[in-house]
């Protein structure tokens, strides 16, 4: 058995799954995929509920499609058969998946919708994506469209839909139109999240199941806290 925080079989946050494909709604700190911190990886914790769940033999098949960034909240799809992997990689590669992230932000944006276009550049070292109007060398377009939806006594929410999959987009995106996402020291947030989370949540995911090739709508309810609640 796996024995961090983040990784009893019971508390993998299941929120569609069929034989084919598991959604989980992924909580900040865990990772999706194994990196150099060598922490247990999400990936690795959903293997194990579905050993324990099935009473499975041996080893578990297990593909990652895509991912979410460490502090951020929200739906992971996994691929639970080598059939319907390749598929699902394809489906996000070519974005063919409708993607709807909530985001809590200091600073009011201009307008109460609009699409954002810039150019990101990624510095490994600091592991950041910088925000330019127009392009640089090594840099790649980005596109989101958002829209304010609630407001809160000291933040706005934002519905976002990302047009395409950069290094932290959203993050950089926002934070180049002051928008600050609550928490985000990286970006300018002025303070923290206690627990070291971002209020950047991917709440929706709609596409045609790899296999089935039945449409799929997934929501993933946000967080537990006064912030998120007010949102609700």
């Given at each position: 058995?796996l024995n961090n925080?983040?990784s009893?079989p019971?508390?993998v946050l299941?929120?569609y799954e069929d034989n084919h494909?598991?959604?989980?709604?992924?909580?900040?700190g865990?990772?999706?995929?194994g990196d150099k911190?060598g922490?247990i990886?999400?990936s690795e914790?959903?293997k194990?509920?579905i050993k324990?769940?099935y009473n499975?033999p041996?080893?578990?098949y297990?593909?990652?499609?895509?991912?979410?960034d460490?502090p951020t909240t929200?739906?992971v799809v996994?691929?639970k058969?080598?059939k319907?992997?390749?598929?699902?990689?394809?489906?996000?590669a070519?974005?063919?998946a409708?993607?709807t992230?909530?985001?809590v932000?200091?600073g009011?944006?201009?307008?109460k919708s609009?699409?954002?276009?810039h150019?990101?550049?990624r510095n490994?070292?600091?592991?950041k994506s910088y925000?330019?109007?127009?392009?640089?060398?090594?840099?790649?377009?980005a596109?989101?469209?958002?829209?304010?939806i609630?407001?809160?006594?000291?933040?706005i929410?934002?519905?976002?839909?990302?047009?395409?999959?950069?290094h932290h987009?959203?993050?950089a995106?926002l934070?180049?139109?002051?928008?600050?996402?609550?928490?985000?020291?990286?970006?300018?947030?002025d303070?923290?999240?206690?627990?070291?989370s971002?209020?950047?949540h991917?709440?929706?995911?709609?596409?045609?199941?790899p296999?089935?090739?039945?449409?799929?709508h997934?929501i993933?309810?946000?967080p537990?806290d006064?912030?998120?609640?007010a949102c609700l």
């Open positions: 058995m925080k983040y009893t019971k508390n299941v929120i494909i598991i959604a989980v709604n992924k909580r900040a865990d990772i999706v995929q911190t922490d990886p999400l914790v959903v194990e509920y324990v769940k499975k041996g080893n578990v297990l593909g990652v499609a895509h991912r979410l460490r929200g739906i996994f691929a058969t080598s319907a992997l390749p598929r699902l990689n394809k489906l996000f070519e974005k063919e409708q993607k992230y909530w985001a932000v200091k009011q944006p201009k307008k609009d699409t954002l276009v150019w990101l550049k490994t070292k600091q592991n925000a330019h109007k127009n392009e640089v060398n090594d840099s790649k377009k596109i989101l469209e958002y829209t304010a609630k407001k809160l006594d000291n933040y929410l934002l519905s976002i839909d990302l047009k395409t999959g950069r987009q959203i993050r995106q934070a180049a139109i002051g928008c600050t996402i609550k928490g985000d020291l990286k970006y300018g947030a303070r923290s999240n206690k627990d070291g971002i209020h950047l991917a709440r929706s995911l709609s596409f045609i199941h296999v089935k090739k039945e449409p799929i997934i993933a309810p946000p537990n006064a912030i998120w609640k």
